[in-house]
């Protein structure tokens, strides 16, 4: 589980912070992050996945100070959280190869990883996919491999930026019901998005960015927010 | 005469690909340094390595003539006009040229791959790796295009190598020389071939570069 507390961040060469003060946590089940383009939610997802290191205040996970900890830890640490890029960054090779990526860095042994990789494709539905050179898909196909690779180290927290960008209506329908699984099997999942009726669907509690601001709103329903 | 051609064009090769070899193994090291992140220090190195991409060849062999020669301060390695010092001449001319491309082609693969393999679970030592990995094609084109400068300047060559027959005489030197001595025949063949190696080159260039 990851919490920040009283963080603020400014990118480098930039006067006023991206991320003010922002104190939350990103608990099991779906958290929906909400706000207009600029408004700074790639930024809070990238700050709660341990990329971006805060200015002030701290990230949380497992209720340990991320940033204070010796270099050496925060391997182990980063590894139980994944962030899924909105534009989806692959790999020179084929999807298979872009799934195992994370694997491989684990040193997973070759057969655990072909059948974890095996297991992602299959989750996504883009096994026939596995041999194609993932550069040259289609930015939607692109999307479900991130969302592949992302799956097949298993996280504990699961980061998506604008994930159903990318996907027509099918596709973000399956993508709504490989979420809600993920969610009751206890992963932590953050959702950035514009898309209202897909936050509404999935969402157990709502981020509201604003201006680099971030309200934590626990019963969005309650609050009719959405 | 073909043996006279076949042996400066073989020695051309075996300098210029020694030189870029060289450059290269510090090159992209240091390209790796400055991409790896932003700071004053690493802005104005690349400042420096981009401004000295396109330095005048005759200069960098002036300033090494006077370092090499007898007199100067390592003249006691003897290494004027021996292939060494053409070697260590070109190395060190292609070593902006590769450093600021390589440093460009990196930076650009930085703050996405980089993220995206951290986050993965990478670390930093796997993240770099897997940053090269994905430059490579791109890193190669780099180190060819160094190549290609090496293999068709003149002033190092010249003032280093002194242009010595059976020795230091390699392709730019001898067709210079001939052209001095208005043997057109043997320069215009070496020219040949010297343009067939440097449109080789940018021909695997483009293709790597589309892969990349
Ligand atoms: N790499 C960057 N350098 C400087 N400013 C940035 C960078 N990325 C984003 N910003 C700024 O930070 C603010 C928040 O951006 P972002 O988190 O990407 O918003 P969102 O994801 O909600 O569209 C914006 O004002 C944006 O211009
Ligand atoms: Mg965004």
Redesign the pocket.
Known sequence: MIELKRVSFA?PR?CED?IKNASLVFGPGVTAVI?P????????LKLAALLYRPRAGEVLIDGVSFWSMPDAAKVAFRRKVVYVHEKPIMLRGSVADNVAYGLRVRNLSSEDVAARVDEALEALGIKSLAREKAQALSIGQQQRVALARALAVRPKSLLLDEPTANLDKSGREEFMELIVGLAERGTCIAV?THDRLLALKLMDRAVI?ENGTATLIENPEEASLV | MWQEVSEVVARSLLVSGTATVLAASWSIPTAMFLAEKESAFRRVLLDVSNTLVGVPTVLIGLILYLLLSRSGPLGFFGLLYTPASIVAGEAILITPLIVSLSASVLREKRAEVWEMALSMGATERQASATMVAESLPRLLTAVLLGFNRAIGELGVALMLGGNIKGFTRVMTTAIALEVSRGEFELALTLGGVLLVVVFGITAIVRKVGKAG
């Open positions: 990118y930039s991206a706000g383009n600029g408004s700074g939610k790639t930024t809070l950035a960015v």
